[in-house]
């Protein structure tokens, strides 16, 4: 082997060798990347968990908005939220009344309906007398929507069945 070939085979090999170094900090600097967002999100998501550790701060955004609950095992209620319980899966909602039977402003016979635009004029709804309060415990979830205001209205001027 001439010194001319070792030269230029040492010199591609110099040339792979910063490429390899090139590109493991490359992969370094990645993985810092990641490190640090895996670390900002644990941190937001560590901010966003209420101090009992029961769930997300969003459900106190819920706390005193007047909405409307369905929950498979209690039925549909509107009222007032006092409290949420993600992690015991419930909600306590003062000035309730359970809609026992409505009838929607569109086709769809959603409760979403009824939060946006309020009960169907002139149908026979199933509505009951209003309550102090009332705790639904529902370990399968719930929905709840926020009502406008002119559809908590329809609700709660609506005669008692």
């Keep these: 082997m001439s010194a001319d070939t070792t030269k230029e085979t ?5 040339k792979q060798l910063t490429q390899e ?18 670390a900002r999100l644990r941190d937001y998501i560590s901010q966003s968990v ?10 106190n955004v819920m706390v005193g908005k007047r909405v409307i609950v369905r929950a498979s095992v209690a039925g549909v209620h509107t009222g007032t939220v006092e409290s949420i319980n993600v992690a015991e899966h419930t909600v306590v909602l003062t000035q309730v009344r359970r809609l026992w039977r409505v009838y929607t402003r569109d086709a769809s016979g959603s409760i979403s309906d009824v939060a946006a ?32 205001d002119a559809a908590y209205a329809s609700v709660f001027t609506y005669p008692v069945a």
């Design 21 to 38: 170094r090139a590109t493991q900090r490359h992969a370094a600097d990645r993985v810092e990347y990641l490190a640090t967002e895996n």
């Design 117 to 148: 635009n309020g009960l169907k004029d002139g149908a026979k709804h199933s509505i009951g007398a209003e309550l102090v309060r009332v705790c639904i415990i529902n370990p399968a979830g719930f929905e709840i929507a926020e009502m406008t």
């Design 50 to 59: 209420t101090p009992q550790g029961t769930g997300v701060k969003m459900q």
């Design 10 to 14: 040492i010199a591609n090999l110099l």
